[in-house]
């Protein structure tokens, strides 16, 4: 997958340098304000291409063609992608761009991924590109990100987003592969950095700490930065677990930064586009560091736990329904007591969320015509910072669950394969992820 970026060039605004298409056709390349000196900025770069124009539009599917008919990429993310579906001055899902992109023969069959978002007016588009495209979730990356500082009123949200975000997406005729589900990107804090620092820590970049968002959504554990407190250091490991299981559970598809799962750090910046030294390079001696090695191996596990079990990367959305005989639904929710979510428990405070996932009902054929048939698991989330009880629900969901993975220490309290008998409480503990396949 290729990062590509068509909505601006490195001309700037009108104080920037006239380096080539300025120079050429300044009127039709870029869009410019009614006063046409001024230029439209709907990037923050200064400047913003005019993708209506049929030049604009020939000189980027020509690149995009290049790019996968020459060098064999499989698909792009694009940039800023509301920007390039402007029509005048609206974001239009019917734009020239956009309409270019689902005729051209070449380009709609490579996988296509929208930043859905730009810098101006009604720039917000999480939801709403056509079927051919997959979107950036941010609404999944800010509800991970407060359920695990507890931050969430209640825990609808967290629903929504753990399978598959079906609210922003179903409406349109779109599959759960449609949300790129992510926690931390390029831009932004490191999943490391996310656990350990309150604020940002751009000074390196030069601009008195004044670039780089204030809205993280991060939370340092009890000190910011570095610390020599190991309390403090294997908590912050414990969310990094949480997270990034969170992340590879979740219906969608998961976005990880290279580096997360070694527990890099960029020292607190969330900016460093303009850093190319030892902030921003992966540090490979990491692999090799006792307290960061078994992040690594959790998260290879959790890629391998994806690939084996088709019910953790459905391609439709959860019914709800019953559609087997022993009237088992595809999805169910649990309270901590046990007891399947009400309407009132969905809107009641809470740290902790039981998501049953079965097997039994996944839609589509195997290679060979067969129907789809796979273990079931539950799932649960315990955001507090207290153990809290739990009571593993009994028939006709279960009568036991195996361990599969339990983010409570680097070395598991519950080793995997340990077998739970169902209709028992058992004590998770703060900041916690069990899960559990129904055995």
Known sequence: ILDVVYNHTAEAGELGPTLSLKGIDNRGYY???????????YTGCGNTLHVVQPQVLRLITDSLRYWVTEMGVDGFR???????????????????????????????????????????????????????????????????????RHALPDVREMGYRLSGSSDLYAWGGRRPYASVNFVTAHDGFTLRDLVSYHGKHNEANGEDNRDGT????????????????????????????????????????????????LGRTQRGNNNAYCQDGELSWLDWS???????????????????????????????????????????????????????????????????????????????????????????????????????????????WATGYEVVVDTSGEEQLRAPGTVLDADTDITVPARTVLLLRVV
């Open 78 to 148: 694009f940039d800023l992608a509301a920007a390039l579906a402007r029509s005048m001055h609206d974001v239009d899902m019917l734009s020239p761009f956009l309409a270019v992109i689902a005729q051209d023969p070449v380009l709609r069959r490579v996988k296509l991924i929208a930043e859905p978002w730009d810098i101006g007016s009604g720039g917000y588009q999480v939801g709403a590109f056509p079927p051919l495209w997959t979107e950036w979730n941010d609404r999944y990356r800010d509800t991970v990100r407060d359920f695990w």
């Open 214 to 261: 204030d809205d993280n959504r991060s939370w340092n554990c009890g000190a910011e930065g570095e610390t020599d407190d190991e309390g403090i250091r294997a908590l912050r490991r414990r969310q990094l677990r949480n997270l990034l299981t969170t992340l590879l559970l979740s219906t969608g598809v998961p976005m990880l930064v290279a580096g997360d799962e």
């Open 286 to 396: 990491l692999l090799d560091d006792p307290d960061w090695r078994p992040l690594f191996d959790l998260t290879c596990r959790l890629i391998a736990l994806r690939h084996e079990h088709p019910v953790l990367r459905r391609r439709a959305f959860f019914s709800g329904r019953a559609h087997s005989a022993d009237g088992l639904r595809d999805l169910a929710w649990f309270t901590a007591r046990g007891t399947e979510m009400t309407e009132r428990d969905w809107y009641a405070p809470a740290a902790t969320l039981g998501m049953y996932l079965s097997g039994r009902d996944i839609p589509g054929r195997d290679e060979r015509g067969a129907a789809v048939v796979d273990d079931s698991f539950l799932a649960v989330l315990h955001a507090g910072h207290e153990p809290t009880g739990f009571t593993l629900p009994g028939a006709p």
């Open 31 to 41: 869009r410019l304000q009614p006063d046409a000196r001024r230029y439209a900025d």
